[in-house]
C-alpha cells in the first residue's frame, strides 16, 4: 500500500503556533498509525538537562561545540512508540520535565550550533520513517521531505481556552481567556520574528485550522491524509 522509500513508513511533519496541540496530536496521530512519536522537544529538553547536569553555565552554551554536544552522550533511543531520552545511557524520561529544564531550554533551543548539532541526532532518529515528528522546523529544517507536512492553527482565544483547560484552571471567564489570548499572540509574535529557527509554515505543509475541530476530529483528519499520502497502518503490528 505504501509507495514511500522509508522501510518503517512516511514521515508526517506537525507545527503550528503555541496552543495548537500539535504535541498531543501527533501522539495520538502516530497510536493511530502505529508509528513512532518523535518529540523534537524531549531532545532540547535533554541536551539543556545534561548541560545543567554536567554544571555547564547557561552563560557558555552559545560557545558549546559539537565535540563539546556528543560529549553529552544524548541520545533518543527507540522504542514501541516514541523514544526515550537518555543522558550517558541513564533514562531522563522525568528529569527533562522538571521546572529547572522548563526555565532553561529555550535559551538552549536559541543556540545555532545546538540546532545544528541536534538536525542530525533527529535526522538519525527518523531515517526509516514511520514516524510522525512534532515542533519548530520539523518541516522546514529537520525534515524538509516529509512526505506529509500539517501545520495546525487556531483561534487565539479557541488555543487560549484549550491550553487554560490543559492547565487544569475552572470556571473560565471570559476575561481569563482573553488574557491567554493576549499572552499567545504575543509569543506568536516573539516566534515568527525572532532569528533562530523562526515560527515559519513551510510552503508544502497542509493547513487545518482545528477552531471547531474535535480533537478527534483533527486526528482523523491528519491520519486519513497520512493514508493519502502512502502512510502504512502498522497499529497491527504492536502487540
Ligand atoms: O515542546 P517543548 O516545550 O518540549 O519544547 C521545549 C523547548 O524547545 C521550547 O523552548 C521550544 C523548543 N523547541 C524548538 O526550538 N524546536 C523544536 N523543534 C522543538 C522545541
Same mark, same amino acid.
Given at each position: 500500500m505504501s509507495d514511500t522509500k522509508r522501510p518503517d513508513g512516511i514521515i508526517i511533519? /506537525? *507545527?503550528?503556533?503555541? +496552543?495548537?496541540? %500539535?504535541?498531543?496530536?501527533?501522539?495520538?496521530?502516530? #497510536?493511530?498509525?502505529g508509528y513512532r512519536h518523535l518529540d523534537s522537544g524531549a531532545f532540547? !529538553?535533554?541536551? @539543556?538537562?545534561? $548541560?545543567? =547536569?554536567a554544571g555547564i553555565q547557561p552563560d557558555g552554551w552559545a560557545q558549546l561545540t559539537h565535540d563539546e554536544l556528543d #560529549?553529552? *552522550? &544524548?541520545? +533518543? %533511543?527507540?522504542g514501541e512508540t516514541g523514544? @526515550?531520552?537518555?543522558?550517558?545511557?541513564?533514562d531522563v524520561? /522525568?528529569?527533562? !520535565? @522538571?521546572?529547572? &529544564?522548563?526555565? =532553561? &531550554?529555550? #535559551?538552549?533551543?536559541? &543556540?545555532?550550533?545546538v540546532r545544528e548539532w541536534l538536525m542530525d541526532a533527529l535526522r538519525e532518529s527518523g531515517a526509516r520513517g514511520g514516524l510522525v515528528a512534532d515542533g519548530r522546523d520539523? +518541516? @522546514?529544517?529537520?525534515?524538509? *521531505?516529509?512526505? /506529509?507536512?500539517?501545520? /495546525?492553527? $487556531? *483561534?487565539?482565544?479557541?488555543r487560549a481556552r484549550r491550553r487554560l483547560l490543559e492547565m487544569g484552571v475552572t470556571g473560565l471567564s471570559a476575561e481569563d481567556v482573553r488574557a491567554e489570548a493576549a499572552r499567545l499572540q504575543g509569543r506568536d509574535a516573539l516566534d515568527s520574528g525572532r532569528e533562530t529557527a523562526p515560527l515559519r509554515q513551510a510552503d508544502d505543509a497542509v493547513v487545518i485550522d482545528t477552531t471547531s475541530l474535535t480533537f478527534d476530529e483533527q486526528v482523523e483528519r491528519i491520519v486519513a491524509l497520512a493514508r493519502e499520502r502512502g502512510g502504512v497502518d #502498522?497499529?497491527?503490528?504492536i502487540p
Open positions: 511533519a /506537525l *507545527d503550528g503556533p503555541a +496552543g495548537s496541540g %500539535k504535541s498531543s496530536t501527533a501522539k495520538a496521530v502516530a #497510536r493511530c498509525l532540547y !529538553r535533554a541536551i @539543556t538537562y545534561a $548541560a545543567l =547536569h #560529549r553529552m *552522550d &544524548v541520545h +533518543g %533511543k527507540p523514544y @526515550t531520552m537518555t543522558v550517558a545511557g541513564e524520561s /522525568l528529569q527533562i !520535565r @522538571t521546572p529547572e &529544564v522548563n526555565a =532553561h &531550554v529555550s #535559551r538552549m533551543a536559541a &543556540v545555532p550550533a520539523i +518541516g @522546514t529544517v529537520v525534515f524538509p *521531505d516529509a512526505e /506529509l507536512k500539517a501545520y /495546525l492553527i $487556531a *483561534d487565539a482565544e479557541e #502498522r497499529s497491527e503490528e
